[in-house]
């Protein structure tokens, strides 16, 4: 489950134009105190894109129907 990220945003970066949205995919599950994963970033090392991804996440997962 922890390598999620990095899978999908190894198959995103593919694709010509989108290194940067990749990079933002990659980082998605880092936390705010360092506890998240890929890399353990912290503060303000989570790039802010990657932050409100993180937030739709949570989102999609609070109103969706996941199984």
Known sequence: MKIHSV????IVERFLGLKKVAQIIRRHQEHMDGSGYPEGLRGDQIPFLSQVLTVCDVYSTLIGNRL
């Open 7 to 10: 899978i999908r945003a190894q």
